[in-house]
């Protein structure tokens, strides 16, 4: 299945005009809420990234449906 969605969001990247990237930390209460706002500019052709530091609830797995790709950095990499 994971072959799907990477096919899916690589059409979407060649046809994308906007890319909305949504930095997110532990935000499994309100990443669904935000993802849901942003869905009539999906349908407008702009593709939504979000990039997860690292958290240490279920925020990837909330954002999977709703976003068009989700990308999940480690913890503890970035700043120092």
């Known amino acids: 299945m994971a072959g799907v969605g990477a096919r899916r969001y690589a059409a979407n990247l060649m046809s994308a005009r906007l890319s ?5 930390l532990n935000e499994a209460e309100g990443i669904v ?3 849901e706002r942003l869905q009539e500019m999906r349908r407008r ?3 939504v990234i979000v990039v997860d530091g690292g958290s240490s ?3 990837a797995g ?5 976003a068009d790709c989700v990308i999940t950095a480690a913890r503890g990499r970035g700043r120092r």
């Open 20 to 24: 909305i990237i949504l930095p997110v």
């Open 57 to 59: 609830d279920e925020t």
């Open 33 to 35: 809420q935000a993802l």
């Open 45 to 47: 052709g702009a593709e």
């Open 62 to 66: 909330f954002a999977r449906p709703l």
